[in-house]
């Protein structure tokens, strides 16, 4: 066949020859490479290339390709969500109702899935939204990396099936040999979880639950049991207290539920009202109950229960009433006839509140609250509390048996660090066929147990709450679980045999409450409700319906014979030598948080102190032997000795020393190790079959050596007392350089007060519309009216509310990223709290009169660090907020030092980075999950720069924000801007405040609660408003509620005991 | 009889009688091989400036938490050292130029090495303002340029800024004037050092003299420049000092808040610079054998200078207590009790004794004319001054308003060094200076020969001792 031929063109077709030559080629033409590579291009080009240059050139690039490639960049990872949960939108928080181990009642703010952020829930009618430091402090335990990541077997990580199979083995034996059980447990606040425990135990024929607690409450059940018959801690209502009596009791800082407690408290100490509660305190250390008293009396612990006999006596002559044995002890300046006349004066309105655990004490307490006819009244042990329902007596009897327990159970109990029977566990737990700690994290005890079947952190866990009788509240999940842990009470109804899960148990439980709900609503709604407010009632707690009169309680009658018998063995109590006092501080409590940075880098409101334990030495004593700050001391008791810095306290009673209890954790976690310090479980004793807080016979001796100690406040007088001026000649005790009146205001009358409200602060008038005392030169040209139609943010801040407790410390810690720095940078002062609260001692040391000043960024109008400022870095907004711009601060530090409130707080190192902060600071990016806490509306700083309080400003523009969107525009139809409503927005401090004592808004808005103070109280006052920096803070002064003979009294004590004394400047 | 006889001139160069002499003893150190002893001291010196160089790039590495400042004390050893050595400069400045404008004759012999210690306490001191900053890379936010970062622009409130301005100023000012002043010299030791031959010392001169050729045209335009510059300088004698005082005077902190702090600073500093100029020329008289041209008489005009500044210094002391007690206002009482009876009370004690009680000596003209007493003291007025800046800064800021926040202040050994140290860059640079610029401007102290002789023959370089 013939192909045809194509031809490309006439070319082709003519088969010319020029052609023919040129297609033999692959390209037809030359490709002018001579020409390319021409000299004479490359003269054109302007440079010249050879194929050294080349080769240079190729090397170079290939080298620097390579280096640069070398270089560790930082990956980040941002993945969007595939499909975005209905409920989540970043950037958005969400909020669950939630409580925390202690039995608060929190709502949780999640950002994008995990929770970053506790506050008390508003809801609680126990708490009324405050919530104590380390309630705030316990959000962090969730993202501790310590954490049990699997369940263990022995010391290597197993898998859930392996121990839950090996565990029911071993379970199935003993029940068949009919061993005996054991489970231990802190109070378990749970109903659900007691009642999973109960099930559990329900398949054993020998089996118990028994509770305690490190911290004891056990002789206030026992001796109500002793006195009216009723085993249980009653509910005490502080705000129907005209007059309160607290004994060893720490009721605002660490006794029973202080949160509570100080918000009740606080309601009675508003000089707003017509009546304000007096409060005396007897005790052996300076607590902080003990600083917020009107009178307070050191006492030795030894000395405590006959004080209590006088008391009652005192009472008891008054009211006709028959005397106790004994009495001779007597309080300075006749103080149990000086509390007694008050407590006769409000008999029914009057408490007396206990907090040594001892049933003798206890129930002579009770004897003079029921002389006094309090019981039903102010005491209602009709509706006990279950924050404490440890039993001593049920420990003893579990650690006698010990050895011959076959199965224990430790649920969230860590007996081996926080009891005084550590050797008696340590030895059996390893002799034991069925050891199994519950821990969420390893501690002393799980790390000798056979099995640990981690729980979940209680942000991760169901659960339900009930403090107070008939008062519920919800436990959910507001994360998922992190490692692979499972919830107690799963474990617990696994090892059963039980198929059900905690979640249905706890629902099931629920369904009883809700047919107690009168709304007459499904369970389905009802158990949304709950999961939405958090808090449940029974029907017996539940605000009776208007004009329904609820019968009173049945006041219960006392048992005359225990109480003869309480009063010999009180009085019977003798001490030689030296006591020491075994207390809890604010934040470490009983240690079972020690592993908490936040919580250990929180000052103790007294001492000021961080990171450490440390001895407590009374005033006097350190005076007379020489004992100087930070000497080390050795103090041997029993045969125990031990060795710790000396703090030098006033107010502690001469003849005692105090030793907390928390420290020392041999297995608290990496925050731990930071510091070794003392234990002081070892030295608990039982007396009576309770445990007992303080040991008698104790000595002490100087060691010669020191021990540095992190303390953030090293001056405690609002002078310096080393040196005098002739101001004031007249020989009163202001000769010195006293600044109490520019610093704090304080008025120790209530009757006074009331009488002459406008001379509380010397200054005449109220702050917005006072006359000045001071003089100024330049008249107000710093304030632009203009300005008036703006937000203007202010705060006022109470010191009468205030009671030092330290939650709003760490609630800023929480909110603002706040690093932790460690013991060595707190030693040098370079702590990096926004808030702090100051402490200020006056009068007579051995006793003395203190008062807490919260101080944080004064948001002054006439900033003095602003205009020093060479980069403009620290500006003042149009709302009065003096802001701090990190990127564009270069760190002069010049607004520092200029700050006359030393508020500013500077990033010495990077403490997220650097290796000496690596245990401390959970924020360190050798932490990932420490990281998860960050809030991440602020900005984590960097070395070099300056930061201080904002007034959570990223609170006050989501709040603007909402207020807008709300509105659905940012104008009114008037025309002027959309303000959020006041109250809507709350900073991280005045939220977490117990006592209410902080109030924030909108000074430029009429009706606002800041305008009204500002306006109205004549309280209020700025600190050295000589200065004139003229702050956005404002305080009100502090009145105590003294008699005039109580002043006079210790105005006298004053006199004699001039202040002398170097250390306490 | 009977006609004026006006009084003799105060000699106030000695046992010179050429020209040629004056130029043969200043150039010849240039021309020379160094010496062991210079490199000995040189090398000294530049052991200390690397220990400045190690402290401070410790500082940058780890972060300003390696010094010993605290929440309450912000400045320290820093600023310290930065009042310190602008201080020193200021001398340099009134002998170059208020003295030039006051014709007094005697500072020419002694006007190059004090300009040019200016200079280099002016360097040492502008370490200091970026050192101390936390976050030093981003020094050049100090200045007013036009950038892209928005509206971001600098706070003309903050004496800080205003320092930005004084330092910068009074350097720029100061080395022209300084490099001015050497060009003359620069002529003459380009052209000797031609004349023996030394190729590359010549050309260097000859760069450095810019053209220099001694007409008569090129020295009235000298004598004007060198007139206006002068001019231009005197007012920062007073002005520098007084704008680093307000970083403290314009504050609100008791003991910084003050308005005697400007002429109270100028007078420190100009009292702190005659010490050091005092430590500086003895040194120099003596390795130099310039005897002949720093001699006694201005030893004594120095010390009468440092006995006047001191008793002014000492004055603005005692002001400070008065006005303290005068004010009424318990900050500032308690302040100054604080800073001479609290626990830094021997920083106090150490800055009064040297700086008021030591220099009452220089009342005795002997020991005016005494150089190892004139060199002792020059040296407690050194450490005297230094105290003093800190003695202002600490005691102030570690017990200002409230009393929860007062603390303590220790020094680290990182702060140490820096101080240390910059005494190291101090003289790595005057040593460089000593060994290859004419330290004695020589064209000046020919003014000052009353009846220079001809010398017999023509001198042969290398000839005159």
Same mark, same amino acid.
């Given at each position: 066949?013939?192909?045809?031929?194509?031809?490309?063109?006439?070319?082709?077709?003519?088969?010319?020859?020029?052609?023919?030559?040129?297609?033999?080629?692959?390209?037809?033409?030359?490709?002018?490479?001579?020409? !390319?590579?021409?000299?004479?291009?490359?003269?054109?080009?302007?440079?010249?290339?050879?194929?050294?240059?080349?080769?240079?050139?190729?090397?170079?690039?290939?080298?620097?390709?390579?280096?640069?490639?070398?270089?560790?960049?930082?990956?980040?990872?941002?993945?969007?969500?595939?499909?975005?949960?209905?409920?989540?939108?970043?950037?958005?928080?969400?909020?669950?109702?939630?409580?925390?181990?202690?039995?608060?009642?929190?709502?949780?703010?999640?950002?994008?899935?995990?929770?970053?952020?506790?506050?008390?829930?508003?809801?609680?009618?126990?708490?009324?939204?405050?919530?104590?430091?380390?309630?705030?402090?316990?959000?962090?335990?969730?993202?501790?990396?310590?954490?049990?990541?699997?369940?263990?077997?022995?010391?290597?990580?197993?898998?859930?099936?392996?121990?839950?199979?090996?565990?029911?083995?071993?379970?199935?034996?003993?029940?068949?040999?009919?061993?005996?059980? #054991?489970?231990?447990?802190?109070?378990?606040?749970?109903?659900?979880?007691?009642?999973?425990?109960?099930?559990?135990?329900?398949?054993?024929?020998? *089996?118990?639950?028994?509770?305690?607690?490190?911290?004891?409450?056990?002789?206030?059940?026992?001796?109500?049991?002793?006195?009216?018959? %009723?085993?249980?801690?009653?509910?005490?209502?502080?705000?129907?207290?005209?007059?309160?009596?607290?004994?060893?009791?720490?009721?605002?800082?660490?006794?029973?539920?202080?949160?509570?407690?100080?918000?009740?408290?606080?309601?009675?100490?508003?000089?707003?009202?017509?009546?304000?509660?007096?409060?005396?305190?007897?005790?052996?250390?300076?607590?902080?109950?003990?600083?917020?008293?009107?009178?307070?009396?050191?006492?030795?612990?030894?000395?405590?229960?006959?004080?209590?006999?006088?008391?009652?006596?005192?009472?008891?002559?008054?009211?006709?009433?028959?005397?106790?044995?004994?009495?001779?002890?007597?309080?300075?300046?006749?103080?149990?006839?000086?509390?007694?006349?008050?407590?006769?004066?409000?008999?029914?309105?009057?408490?007396?509140?206990?907090?040594?655990?001892?049933?003798?004490?206890?129930?002579?307490?009770?004897?003079?609250?029921?002389?006094?006819?309090?019981?039903?009244?102010?005491?209602?042990?009709?509706?006990?509390?279950?924050?404490?329902?440890?039993?001593?007596?049920?420990?003893?009897?579990?650690?006698?048996?010990?050895?011959?327990?076959?199965?224990?159970?430790?649920?969230?109990?860590?007996?081996?660090?926080?009891?005084?029977?550590?050797?008696?566990?340590?030895?059996?737990?390893?002799?034991?066929?069925?050891?199994?700690?519950?821990?969420?994290?390893?501690?002393?005890?799980?790390?000798?147990?056979?099995?640990?079947?981690?729980?979940?952190?209680?942000?991760?866990?169901?659960?339900?709450?009930?403090?107070?009788?008939?008062?519920?509240?919800?436990?959910?999940?507001?994360?998922?679980?992190?490692?692979?842990? #499972?919830?107690?009470?799963?474990?617990?109804?696994?090892?059963?045999?039980?198929?059900?899960?905690?979640?249905?148990?706890?629902?099931?439980?629920?369904?009883?409450?809700?047919?107690?709900?009168?709304?007459?609503?499904?369970?389905?709604?009802?158990?949304?409700?709950?999961?939405?407010?958090?808090?449940?009632?029974?029907?017996?707690?539940?605000?009776?319906?208007?004009?329904?009169?609820?019968?009173?309680?049945?006041?219960?009658?006392?048992?005359?014979?225990?109480?003869?018998?309480?009063?010999?063995?009180?009085?019977?109590?003798?001490?030689?030598?030296?006591?020491?006092?075994?207390?809890?501080?604010?934040?470490?409590?009983?240690?079972?948080?020690?592993?908490?940075?936040?919580?250990?880098?929180?000052?103790?409101?007294?001492?000021?102190?961080?990171?450490?334990?440390?001895?407590?030495?009374?005033?006097?004593?350190?005076?007379?032997?020489?004992?100087?700050?930070?000497?080390?001391?050795?103090?041997?008791?029993?045969?125990?000795?031990?060795?710790?810095?000396?703090?030098?306290?006033?107010?502690?009673?001469?003849?005692?020393?105090?030793?907390?209890?928390?420290?020392?954790?041999?297995?608290?976690?990496?925050?731990?190790?930071?510091?070794?310090?003392?234990?002081?479980?070892?030295?608990?004793?039982?007396?009576?079959?309770?445990?007992?807080?303080?040991?008698?016979?104790?000595?002490?001796?100087?060691?010669?050596?020191?021990?540095?100690?992190?303390?953030?406040?090293?001056?405690?007088?609002?002078?310096?007392?080393?040196?005098?001026?002739?101001?004031?000649?007249?020989?009163?005790?202001?000769?010195?350089?006293?600044?109490?009146?520019?610093?704090?205001?304080?008025?120790?009358?209530?009757?006074?007060?009331?009488?002459?409200?406008?001379?509380?602060?010397?200054?005449?008038?109220? $702050?917005?519309?006072?006359?000045?005392?001071?003089?100024?030169?330049?008249?107000?040209?710093? #304030?632009?009216?203009?300005?008036? #139609?703006?937000?203007?943010?202010?705060?006022?801040?109470?010191?009468?509310?205030?009671?030092?407790?330290?939650?709003?410390?760490?609630?800023?810690?929480?909110?603002?990223?706040?690093?932790?720095?460690?013991?060595?940078?707190?030693?040098?002062?370079?702590?990096?709290?926004?808030?702090?609260?100051?402490?200020?001692?006056?009068? *007579?040391?051995?006793?003395?009169?203190?008062?807490?000043?919260?101080?944080?960024? !004064?948001?002054?109008?006439?900033?003095?660090?602003?205009?020093?400022?060479?980069?403009?870095?620290?500006?003042?907004?149009?709302?009065?907020?003096?802001?701090?711009?990190?990127?564009?601060?270069?760190?002069?530090?010049?607004?520092?030092?200029?700050?006359?409130?030393?508020?500013?707080?500077?990033?010495?190192?990077?403490?997220?980075?650097?290796?000496?902060?690596?245990?401390?600071?959970?924020?360190?990016?050798?932490?990932?999950?420490?990281?998860?806490?960050?809030?991440?509306?602020?900005?984590?700083?960097?070395?070099?720069?300056?930061?201080?309080?904002?007034?959570?400003?990223?609170?006050?523009?989501?709040?603007?924000? %909402?207020?807008?969107?709300? *509105?659905?525009?940012?104008?009114?139809?008037?025309?002027?801007?959309?303000?959020?409503?006041?109250?809507?927005?709350?900073?991280?401090?005045?939220?977490?405040?117990?006592?209410?004592?902080?109030?924030?808004?909108?000074?430029?808005?009429?009706?606002?609660?800041?305008?009204?103070?500002?306006?109205?109280?004549?309280?209020?006052?700025?600190?050295?408003?000589?200065?004139?920096?003229?702050?956005?803070? $404002?305080?009100?002064?502090?009145?105590?509620?003294?008699?005039?003979?109580?002043?006079? !009294?210790?105005?006298?004590?004053?006199?004699?005991?001039?202040?002398?004394?170097?250390?306490?400047? | 009889?009977?006609?004026?006889?006006?009084? /003799?001139?105060?000699?106030?160069?000695?046992?010179? =009688?050429?020209?040629?002499?004056?130029?043969?003893?200043?150039?010849? &150190?240039?021309?020379?091989?160094?010496?062991?002893?210079?490199?000995?001291?040189?090398?000294?010196?530049?052991?200390?400036?690397?220990?400045?160089?190690?402290?401070?790039?410790?500082?940058?590495?780890?972060?300003?938490?390696?010094?010993?400042?605290?929440?309450?004390?912000?400045?320290?050893? =820093?600023?310290?050292?930065?009042?310190?050595?602008?201080? /020193?400069?200021?001398?340099?400045?009134?002998?170059?130029?208020?003295?030039?404008?006051?014709?007094?004759?005697?500072?020419?012999?002694?006007?190059?090495?004090?300009?040019?210690?200016?200079?280099?306490?002016?360097?040492?001191?502008?370490?200091?303002?970026?050192?101390?900053?936390?976050? &030093?890379?981003?020094?050049?936010?100090?200045?007013?340029?036009?950038?892209?970062?928005?509206?971001?622009?600098?706070?003309?409130?903050?004496?800080?800024?205003?320092?930005?301005?004084?330092?910068?100023?009074?350097?720029?000012?100061?080395?022209?004037?300084?490099?001015?002043?050497?060009?003359?010299?620069?002529?003459?030791?380009?052209?000797?050092?031609?004349?023996?031959?030394?190729?590359?010392?010549?050309?260097?001169?000859?760069?450095?003299?810019?053209?220099? =050729?001694?007409?008569?045209?090129?020295?009235?335009?000298?004598?004007?420049?060198?007139?206006?510059?002068?001019?231009?300088?005197?007012?920062?004698?007073?002005?520098?000092?007084?704008?680093?005082?307000?970083?403290?005077?314009?504050?609100?902190?008791?003991?910084?808040?003050?308005?005697?702090?400007?002429?109270?600073?100028?007078?420190?500093?100009?009292?702190?610079?005659?010490?050091?100029?005092?430590?500086?020329?003895?040194?120099?008289?003596?390795?130099?054998?310039?005897?002949?041209?720093?001699?006694?008489?201005?030893?004594?005009?120095?010390?009468?200078?440092?006995?006047?500044?001191?008793?002014?210094?000492?004055?603005?002391?005692?002001?400070?207590?008065?006005?303290?007690?005068?004010?009424?206002?318990?900050?500032?009482?308690?302040?100054?009790?604080?800073?001479?009876?609290?626990? +830094?009370?021997?920083? +106090?004690?150490?800055?009064?004794?040297?700086?008021?009680?030591?220099?009452?000596?220089?009342?005795?003209?002997?020991?005016?004319?005494?150089?190892?007493?004139?060199?002792?003291?020059?040296?407690?007025?050194?450490?005297?001054?230094?105290?003093?800046?800190?003695?202002?800064?600490?005691?102030?800021?570690?017990? =200002?308003?409230?009393?929860?926040?007062?603390?303590?202040?220790?020094?680290?050994?990182?702060?140490?060094?820096?101080?240390?140290?910059?005494?190291?860059?101090?003289?790595?640079? +005057?040593?460089?200076?000593?060994?290859?610029?004419?330290?004695?401007?020589?064209?000046?102290?020919?003014?000052?020969?009353?009846?220079?002789?001809?010398?017999?023959?023509?001198?042969?370089?290398?000839?005159?001792?």
């Amino acid at each position: 066949m013939n192909t045809p031929k194509y031809w490309r063109g006439i070319e082709e077709l003519e088969q010319k020859p020029e052609f023919l030559a040129t297609v033999k080629d692959e390209f037809p033409t030359d490709i002018p490479m001579d020409q !390319q590579l021409s000299e004479v291009t490359e003269e054109k080009l302007g440079f010249k290339a050879n194929r050294r240059d080349f080769l240079k050139l190729m090397g170079f690039g290939l080298t620097a390709a390579t280096l640069s490639a070398c270089v560790e960049t930082p990956k980040k990872f941002a993945i969007p969500y595939v499909e975005k949960p209905d409920d989540i939108i970043p950037g958005v928080a969400n909020y669950y109702a939630t409580s925390t181990l202690e039995g608060i009642s929190v709502i949780a703010k999640c950002r994008e899935g995990r929770p970053i952020k506790l506050e008390g829930n508003p809801d609680s009618p126990v708490t009324q939204g405050g919530m104590d430091a380390i309630g705030q402090a316990s959000i962090l335990n969730l993202y501790d990396i310590d954490r049990y990541q699997a369940p263990m077997s022995g010391s290597t990580t197993a898998e859930w099936d392996a121990v839950d199979s090996e565990i029911a083995a071993k379970l199935k034996e003993i029940k068949n040999s009919g061993g005996k059980v #054991r489970i231990l447990s802190r109070s378990l606040l749970s109903p659900s979880l007691r009642s999973a425990a109960a099930s559990f135990l329900a398949g054993f024929a020998d *089996a118990k639950h028994v509770t305690y607690d490190p911290i004891s409450y056990s002789a206030i059940a026992e001796a109500n049991e002793k006195s009216f018959g %009723k085993k249980v801690i009653p509910s005490y209502h502080i705000n129907k207290a005209k007059v309160l009596v607290g004994v060893g009791c720490d009721f605002l800082g660490t006794w029973l539920e202080p949160t509570s407690q100080s918000s009740q408290y606080a309601e009675m100490r508003d000089p707003a009202h017509s009546q304000m509660s007096r409060h005396y305190q007897i005790e052996s250390m300076l607590s902080t109950t003990g600083s917020n008293a009107d009178m307070r009396f050191p006492v030795k612990p030894s000395d405590t229960g006959k004080a209590l006999i006088s008391l009652y006596n005192a009472v008891a002559r008054q009211l006709g009433k028959p005397t106790l044995p004994g009495g001779s002890f007597s309080l300075t300046m006749g103080g149990e006839s000086m509390i007694a006349n008050d407590l006769v004066k409000a008999q029914g309105a009057s408490l007396v509140l206990c907090g040594i655990n001892d049933p003798a004490c206890q129930t002579i307490t009770n004897g003079i609250n029921d002389i006094l006819g309090n019981m039903g009244k102010t005491i209602d042990l009709n509706t006990p509390v279950y924050y404490k329902q440890g039993s001593d007596s049920d420990m003893m009897e579990l650690v006698g048996e010990l050895n011959s327990v076959d199965a224990l159970f430790f649920l969230d109990a860590n007996p081996v660090y926080d009891t005084p029977f550590a050797g008696a566990f340590e030895s059996a737990i390893k002799g034991m066929k069925l050891s199994v700690s519950l821990a969420t994290k390893p501690d002393e005890t799980s790390a000798l147990c056979a099995y640990v079947a981690p729980d979940h952190n209680f942000l991760e866990s169901w659960g339900d709450v009930m403090a107070v009788e008939g008062i519920y509240s919800v436990v959910q999940p507001t994360i998922n679980p992190i490692y692979n842990t #499972r919830q107690a009470g799963d474990s617990l109804l696994k090892w059963s045999g039980a198929s059900t899960k905690f979640a249905d148990l706890l629902k099931s439980n629920w369904q009883a409450l809700h047919g107690q709900q009168a709304d007459g609503s499904s369970f389905q709604e009802f158990w949304d409700k709950v999961l939405r407010k958090g808090i449940a009632m029974a029907k017996k707690a539940q605000p009776p319906v208007e004009g329904e009169e609820t019968a009173p309680a049945a006041a219960a009658t006392m048992d005359s014979a225990a109480l003869s018998a309480a009063a010999s063995q009180a009085q019977q109590t003798s001490a030689s030598g030296y006591e020491l006092v075994l207390y809890e501080k604010v934040g470490i409590r009983d240690g079972r948080y020690a592993g908490n940075p936040w919580l250990q880098e929180l000052p103790d409101p007294i001492t000021r102190t961080t990171w450490d334990n440390y001895i407590t030495v009374p005033f006097q004593y350190a005076k007379e032997n020489g004992v100087k700050q930070e000497d080390v001391l050795k103090l041997s008791v029993g045969g125990q000795e031990i060795e710790g810095a000396a703090v030098i306290l006033p107010g502690q009673a001469m003849g005692t020393f105090g030793l907390a209890l928390g420290y020392g954790r041999k297995n608290g976690g990496r925050t731990t190790k930071h510091v070794e310090t003392i234990d002081a479980y070892p030295l608990l004793e039982m007396r009576d079959g309770n445990v007992a807080y303080s040991r008698a016979g104790v000595t002490v001796d100087k060691t010669g050596r020191t021990y540095p100690l992190a303390c953030v406040q090293t001056f405690h007088t609002l002078f310096d007392p080393t040196k005098k001026t002739p101001r004031k000649p007249e020989g009163s005790i202001d000769n010195y350089f006293d600044r109490t009146e520019e610093i704090i205001s304080e008025v120790e009358s209530f009757e006074e007060y009331k009488k002459h409200p406008e001379a509380v602060n010397g200054h005449a008038g109220t $702050a917005l519309n006072k006359k000045h005392h001071l003089i100024t030169l330049w008249e107000s040209h710093y #304030r632009d009216k203009a300005a008036d #139609r703006y937000i203007r943010w202010a705060m006022a801040i109470d010191l009468n509310k205030c009671t030092g407790c330290g939650a709003c410390v760490v609630s800023c810690h929480a909110e603002n990223n706040v690093s932790v720095v460690g013991k060595e940078e707190v030693r040098k002062r370079r702590e990096m709290h926004w808030i702090r609260i100051d402490r200020y001692y006056s009068g *007579a040391p051995e006793n003395p009169n203190v008062v807490f000043q919260p101080m944080m960024c !004064q948001h002054c109008d006439n900033a003095p660090c602003e205009t020093v400022c060479p980069v403009l870095a620290t500006i003042h907004s149009q709302e009065g907020l003096n802001q701090m711009a990190y990127n564009r601060c270069v760190g002069t530090r010049y607004c520092a030092n200029n700050c006359p409130y030393k508020v500013r707080r500077f990033n010495w190192y990077n403490y997220v980075n650097g290796d000496d902060f690596q245990n401390v600071n959970p924020a360190h990016e050798t932490n990932p999950l420490g990281r998860f806490v960050l809030n991440p509306d602020v900005t984590v700083r960097f070395r070099g720069v300056m930061e201080k309080c904002s007034f959570c400003v990223q609170r006050l523009q989501e709040g603007k924000l %909402k207020a807008k969107i709300r *509105a659905g525009s940012s104008l009114n139809p008037d025309g002027s801007a959309v303000k959020p409503e006041d109250g809507s927005i709350k900073t991280a401090c005045q939220q977490s405040c117990p006592t209410g004592a902080i109030v924030f808004g909108d000074l430029n808005d009429p009706n606002s609660e800041v305008h009204k103070l500002y306006k109205e109280n004549d309280r209020l006052y700025h600190v050295i408003e000589e200065v004139k920096t003229l702050p956005s803070v $404002a305080y009100m002064t502090k009145i105590r509620n003294r008699t005039a003979d109580q002043i006079k !009294q210790i105005e006298e004590r004053t006199e004699e005991v001039m202040f002398e004394n170097e250390w306490l400047g | 009889m009977g006609h004026h006889v006006s009084p /003799i001139r105060q000699q106030w160069v000695t046992n010179t =009688d050429y020209y040629a002499q004056i130029t043969e003893d200043i150039s010849r &150190p240039i021309e020379a091989k160094p010496n062991l002893r210079w490199i000995a001291a040189f090398a000294l010196s530049f052991l200390v400036l690397m220990l400045f160089v190690g402290a401070v790039t410790w500082t940058i590495w780890e972060g300003i938490g390696t010094w010993g400042l605290n929440k309450t004390v912000g400045w320290a050893f =820093d600023i310290t050292n930065f009042v310190f050595w602008v201080g /020193i400069g200021h001398a340099g400045t009134l002998i170059s130029a208020v003295l030039l404008l006051f014709r007094q004759a005697w500072r020419n012999s002694i006007n190059r090495a004090t300009e040019a210690m200016t200079i280099f306490a002016v360097i040492c001191a502008g370490m200091f303002p970026i050192i101390h900053m936390g976050r &030093p890379w981003l020094g050049l936010w100090f200045l007013p340029l036009p950038n892209t970062r928005g509206s971001l622009w600098v706070n003309f409130n903050s004496p800080l800024l205003w320092d930005v301005f004084a330092i910068s100023t009074y350097f720029s000012v100061s080395l022209v004037f300084w490099y001015l002043g050497m060009m003359p010299d620069f002529g003459s030791i380009r052209d000797r050092m031609k004349r023996q031959g030394m190729k590359i010392g010549s050309k260097i001169f000859a760069l450095l003299a810019m053209g220099w =050729d001694g007409s008569n045209r090129t020295w009235s335009r000298y004598e004007l420049v060198s007139l206006v510059l002068a001019a231009l300088a005197t007012p920062l004698v007073l002005s520098v000092h007084s704008i680093v005082s307000m970083d403290f005077a314009t504050s609100v902190i008791p003991g910084w808040h003050t308005t005697i702090f400007p002429p109270y600073f100028v007078a420190g500093a100009i009292f702190s610079g005659f010490g050091m100029v005092q430590t500086l020329l003895i040194v120099q008289r003596y390795v130099y054998k310039h005897e002949n041209y720093i001699t006694l008489d201005h030893m004594e005009s120095i010390a009468k200078i440092v006995i006047a500044t001191g008793s002014l210094v000492g004055l603005a002391y005692m002001t400070e207590f008065f006005i303290a007690w005068y004010s009424g206002s318990i900050w500032e009482r308690y302040i100054f009790i604080n800073r001479a009876f609290g626990p +830094y009370w021997w920083a +106090y004690w150490i800055m009064f004794s040297c700086n008021v009680i030591t220099p009452q000596i220089f009342w005795f003209k002997k020991i005016r004319r005494n150089m190892v007493i004139t060199f002792i003291i020059s040296i407690f007025i050194n450490i005297g001054m230094w105290f003093e800046r800190f003695v202002i800064i600490v005691t102030s800021l570690h017990r =200002d308003f409230l009393p929860s926040s007062w603390a303590m202040y220790t020094p680290s050994w990182v702060e140490a060094s820096i101080l240390a140290g910059s005494f190291g860059l101090f003289f790595t640079f +005057y040593f460089l200076f000593a060994k290859f610029l004419p330290t004695i401007n020589m064209f000046e102290v020919k003014t000052l020969l009353h009846h220079p002789k001809q010398p017999k023959h023509t001198f042969e370089v290398g000839e005159a001792n």
